[in-house]
């Protein structure tokens, strides 16, 4: 991507947008988890992907610039909660909250997270399911 | 549980992903230099790579967070996953002086202001 030199004495380095993330940002998000698809164009936050694999659900958040200890995740009667929040002087940084309601067939009790690269990915496990086969029972 | 996507929204979503995306960046300057910070989450320290040619700064990175093959994708605000960035910088600029640190998906780059541009004092014999 090439960018135009603009002449301007007074600034050491030129761009064609000089993006300033805006520092505080609250997002208060009321998702049913098996809603359907939203308009993918539209994002408002930061990225957010869910994804399902066999067992589990995982939930992908960006938020660069968070330590481990600036995330505070807490689970409320099948509401998943993420709030985050920098030092104030920190220019990317800002304060973040979402919230995701979860479906019954989440197993809460075993939900585990992980921050790397300034990704948030939290696990969701799937709770057993009741095995399709009948089980016999025995007659004495 | 919803159903996983349309075709078209697969195809949709892998055509994003190979999109290049600028990222959010944060830019300040003082009178020992500039300091960039740029937004690159998901990307690790490996996969990024940063280029200093003719007094332009290239900042490239990929996500290191694909997808599993067996996993389905429900939703997905973002999919890109190249992120790109170009930046030109003034002749004040000492674009090969420039030091890079990245920490939390946030790479900060500090370029100072190059030796023939800092003031001077000339002696009056």
């Known amino acids: 991507m090439r960018i135009p030199y603009h002449p301007n004495p007074t600034h050491l380095m030129n761009f064609i947008q000089r993006y300033q993330p805006s520092l505080t940002w609250v997002s208060e998000l009321d998702r049913l988890f098996d809603q359907t698809l939203r308009n993918p164009d539209f994002t408002m936050g930061p990225r957010e992907a869910f994804l399902e694999s066999d067992n589990a659900w995982i939930l992908r958040l960006d938020l660069p610039g968070y330590n481990k200890q600036e995330i505070k995740l807490t689970m409320n009667d099948h509401t998943l909660q993420v709030a985050a929040e920098t030092a104030a002087d920190q220019p990317m940084g800002g304060k973040f909250e979402g919230q995701w309601r979860l479906g019954e067939e989440v197993d809460a009790s075993g939900i585990s997270a992980r921050l790397e690269d300034g990704v948030l990915e939290l696990n969701l496990p799937k709770k057993p399911q009741a095995t399709a086969e009948p089980t016999l029972i025995p007659i004495q | ?125």
């Open chain 2, 1 to 125: 549980m919803n159903a996983s996507m349309t075709p078209t929204e697969t195809e949709r979503l892998t055509e994003a992903s190979e999109a290049i995306q600028r990222p959010n960046f944060h830019a300040e300057e003082n009178d020992d230099g500039a300091t960039l910070q740029i937004a690159l989450p998901g990307v690790h320290k490996d996969d990024l790579k940063l280029t200093f040619q003719e007094s332009s700064l290239k900042i490239e990175g990929k996500r290191g967070d694909s997808v599993p093959e067996n996993w389905k994708t429900i939703r997905d605000t973002n999919a890109a996953q190249h992120y790109g960035l170009n930046i030109c910088l003034t002749s004040r600029l000492d674009g090969s002086k420039t030091t890079a640190s990245y920490e939390d998906g946030i790479l900060t780059l500090k370029v100072p202001v190059s030796e023939e541009a800092k003031p001077r004092e000339i002696q009056v014999s």
